[in-house]
């Protein structure tokens, strides 16, 4: 069974900076995209950014210049680096995955719990 546990969300003044990881765990045979969305009461949860095996990275243009996704491949983990935040980037942080399971020929979508990320003063 495949898990994805997120850490690092919390409260953070604008401004700030904050790093968000997720490890995914489990009978794993690949991991294609991994990514970042977000979701606030009463609202769709959106894209933040996502980056595949190869490194190609797409992410919102709400977050460009300040938010930076890496991932290892080597501890099937995926980073959300955010810097100056500001408080309408306080949402809860969803870690979402494509992988391929030891017993399935195909990608499933996996998300993470959530870690909530508060900017304020």
């Known amino acids: 069974q495949v898990q994805l546990v997120e850490s690092g969300g919390g409260l953070v003044q604008p401004g700030g900076s904050l790093r968000l990881s997720c490890v995914a765990s489990g009978s794993i045979r690949s991991i294609y995209a991994m990514g970042w969305y977000r979701q606030t009461p009463g609202k769709q949860r959106e894209l933040v950014a996502s980056?595949?095996?190869?490194?190609?990275?797409n992410s919102a243009d709400s977050v460009k210049g300040r938010f930076t996704i890496s991932r290892d491949n080597a501890k099937n983990t995926v980073y959300l680096q955010m810097n100056s935040l500001k408080p309408e980037d306080t949402a809860v942080y969803f870690c979402?995955?494509?992988?391929?399971?030891?017993?399935?020929?195909?990608?499933?979508?996996?998300w993470g719990q959530g870690t909530q990320v508060t900017v304020s003063s």
């Open positions: 980056i595949t095996s190869g490194g190609r990275i």
């Open positions: 979402n995955a494509q992988i391929v399971e030891i017993i399935a020929p195909n990608p499933n979508e996996f």
